[in-house]
């Protein structure tokens, strides 16, 4: 190995001593796209035996941290060039993962700092949990009526630039025009907006939930439109509220045996302009549907609601994981889970099964009863 070699892969390094040995170099070695200060003593040139080299501070840095790395190097090289190019590659490698680790933990930076702002912004007291990488916000705010409600936010890496998915529990979508600068206050105005608007809907749903059997859902959310109230004993009406207009007649659907049922859809198709919007949904159907809609226990009307029943008759349960009793008697109205009164008529003897109906007694009134094999 020439001194000629080592310069033409380190152009910025003089030597000094004799040309043909030199005892040492000074100049600078190319670390990534840095030019870094060196000082190498090299009293056996060209072999690296008794090679002493001396940087300027920030690849002090750099070469402390791969140190073991470059003493194996040393051990393995002969040649000051073959130990230079080494040391160079792996300086080169250790200060690019640095960058990295920098440029990273500058953008997280920037990330909490942003968000945290964003947070005292629309205030702590609406956080209610949060989780430990910030990616998840889940926020709380009361409306006028003292209704608790939810918003769940979840932050992408790119927030503020990249919008946040919302999940509200509001019968409609959440409409807003995302902000970076703003950042979530945009969601939080947005939000209480619709609340505003949304207070006559829930009034309205409040007041049922509060007043009647409520059959389904079992835990009404804000969010659901629809509920199902027994309406008398073996009745029941699925009702669809109108989010815009939450006093008008709501989609009513009727359940149970059709001899019972059908005299209730004429009164609806024949009186359903006598609905009045000043009244509330129970006095309006009891008024047209001339019934006495069953009262919540606790609504105190005491008595009467202990006479209905709505549960199946074969297990005396209301709901069968997410179905209510859905199938009716034809004689003596009692409702029935579909699989429940399956398994009853399997049991008897007297059942006949024809392609994929059962067909045998009522377990109440033991009259003929059928029901459709279930998936
Ligand atoms: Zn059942
Ligand atoms: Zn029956």
Known sequence: MEVSDLYAKFPLLCSSGPSK????????????DVDHEVYLKTPHFPALKGMTLSTDTQLSCIVNSCQLQLLEVEEKCSTILDYLLKFQQI????????????????????????????????????????SSDFSAISLETRDKKGRSHTLRVKVGAGYPQEE??????????LKFSWNSV??????????????TDLQQFWDVL???????????????ARRHTTRRILLSNH??????????????????????????????????????EEWDPERSIVSNLEAILGVNVVKSRAAGTGGEAEEWSAECAVCYCLHLEDSL???????????????????????????RQSMNVIFGECPYCTQLISCKVPA
């Open 235 to 272: 009745v029941s009406v699925q009702m669809t509220v109108s989010v815009a207009h939450p006093n008008s007649l709501p989609q009513c659907h009727l359940l149970g045996a059709s001899r019972l049922t059908a005299p209730l859809n004429t009164l609806l198709t024949d009186k359903y």
């Open 206 to 220: 409040d007041e049922l939930d509060g007043s009647v059997l409520v059959l389904d859902p079992p835990n009404p």
């Open 91 to 130: 300086c080169s490698s250790r200060s690019k993962e640095e960058q990295l680790v920098e440029d990273l933990s500058m953008l997280q930076n920037s990330f909490f700092k942003c968000l945290l702002s964003h947070l005292e912004d629309i205030g702590w007291s609406r956080v209610t949990q949060v």
């Open 182 to 195: 703003a950042g979530l206050s945009c969601i939080i105005s947005a939000w209480e907006e619709q609340l």
């Open 325 to 351: 009793p859905d199938l009716t008697c034809d004689h003596c109205s009692q409702a029935f889970h579909v699989p429940c009164l399956y398994e009853w008529l399997c049991g008897l003897t007297n059942s």
């Open 164 to 173: 946040p998915i919302v999940e509200t529990d509001l019968p409609v979508d």
């Open 21 to 32: 040995s030199p005892q040492a170099f000074h100049g600078f070695i190319k670390i990534g």
